[in-house]
T-cell receptor, first 111, second 113 residues
Framework: AQKVTQAQTEISVVEKEDVTLDCVYETRDTTYYLFWYKQPPSGELVFLIRRNSFDEQNEISGRYSWNFQKSTSSFNFTITASQVVDSAVYFC????????FGTGTKLQVIP | DVKVTQSSRYLVKRTGEKVFLECVQDMDHENMFWYRQDPGLGLRLIYFSYDVKMKEKGDIPEGYSVSREKKERFSLILESASTNQTSMYLCASIQTSRPYEQYFGPGTRLTVT
């Protein structure tokens, strides 16, 4: 069975704080992709990043960074110096034989 | 610029009505998907299609059917809408050669009264 767990349902931080969104996955596939999506209040899912199962190199893109650890089956997402515009629901997803989404983490950045 | 469009952003229907949700992509993608999104449950796959006239059940197909007569269009059909089908419906597409790039439409918020 394939599963994605985002244990944090809602997080509130004050602007300029750093915040990490957790994602833990389960799969029996040896080849798979991991994704993070952002869903702002407008509703449309915005692709942020993907990682394939053979690439454990962490990535930084501006204020965003991702930590992929295959040993712990985790793909965590950190926003540095958060801003109000980061307020959204963030989804982690796994694509192996099928696509599975986590339940999402609602992030609220308070000015 | 890639694009997935859905026919309506908001829809209100009565119990028992037949409902069509349309999705069109202009990227010549082979694969198309229908998800529903509910609070606390994330996105759940209803149906997907790998090619024209082909369809596969996802995790929650009960109460739904789909139609894919043309490559660019994937329709979700609620034969007899029920209140528990009130939800946000999201369409997505993927090109087979680039399975890591899934593009989503803006969503249709369906309310069944």
């Amino acid at each position: 069975a394939q599963k994605v767990t985002q244990a944090q349902t809602e997080i509130s931080v004050v602007e300029k704080e750093d915040v990490t969104l957790d994602c833990v996955y389960e799969t029996r596939d040896t080849t798979y992709y991991l994704f993070w999506y952002k869903q702002p209040p407008s509703g449309e899912l915005v692709f942020l990043i993907r990682r394939n199962s053979f690439d454990e190199q962490n990535e930084i893109s501006g204020r965003y960074s991702w930590n992929f650890q295959k040993s712990t089956s985790s793909f965590n997402f950190t926003i540095t110096a958060s801003q109000v515009v980061d307020s959204a629901v963030y989804f982690c997803a796994l694509r192996g034989q099928k696509v599975t989404f986590g339940t999402g983490t609602k992030l609220q950045v308070i000015p | 610029d890639v694009k997935v469009t859905q026919s309506s952003r908001y829809l209100v229907k009565r119990t028992g009505e037949k409902v069509f949700l349309e999705c069109v992509q202009d990227m010549d993608h082979e694969n198309m998907f229908w998800y529903r999104q509910d609070p606390g449950l994330g996105l759940r796959l209803i149906y997907f299609s790998y090619d024209v006239k082909m369809k596969e059940k996802g995790d929650i197909p009960e109460g739904y059917s789909v139609s894919r007569e043309k490559k660019e269009r994937f329709s979700l059909i609620l034969e007899s809408a029920s209140t528990n089908q009130t939800s946000m419906y999201l369409c997505a597409s993927i090109q087979t050669s680039r399975p890591y790039e899934q593009y989503f439409g803006p969503g249709t918020r369906l309310t069944v009264t």
